[in-house]
């Protein structure tokens, strides 16, 4: 079952931005990439550090606490390479963002809460 929910518009969230917004009850971080709007869960898969802490720069979200850096288009590792955050997917309609809360398995975050 999709649980498409509204996040923000495109005016919430500038290129090269990232802000944490809440869909429904659920805080997500939303990403405005060169590669377009992403959505993650707002804590570091590390020590559940929160995202919005660290720094975005150059398509690379670094966490404040220990410097783990991920790729802000794909959630991917880049330092180290064995992580990922946790995405949702992102549909952007008009100038409204979405995201699927749905795709995520709860377990999948229950150790970032
Ligand atoms: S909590 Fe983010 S790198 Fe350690």
């Given amino acids: 079952m999709s649980a498409r929910l509204k996040v923000c518009t495109l005016d919430d969230v500038w290129e090269g931005e990232m802000r ?5 009850d659920v805080e997500v971080l939303v990403v405005n990439t ?4 992403r959505a993650y869960h707002p804590r570091c898969p590390h020590q559940a ?3 919005i802490d660290g720094s975005f720069d150059d398509g690379v979200i670094t966490c404040s606490a220990h410097r783990w850096r991920f790729d802000a288009a794909t959630g991917a590792g880049v330092n180290p390479k064995r992580c990922a955050l946790i995405a949702y997917p992102v549909e ?3 100038d409204d963002v979405y995201v699927d809360l749905s795709a995520v398995a709860p377990g999948a975050v229950a150790s970032l809460t």
């Fill in 20 to 24: 944490v917004l809440t869909a429904g």
């Fill in 34 to 37: 060169a590669a377009g709007v």
């Fill in 49 to 51: 550090v929160a995202l």
């Fill in 92 to 94: 952007v309609d008009g």
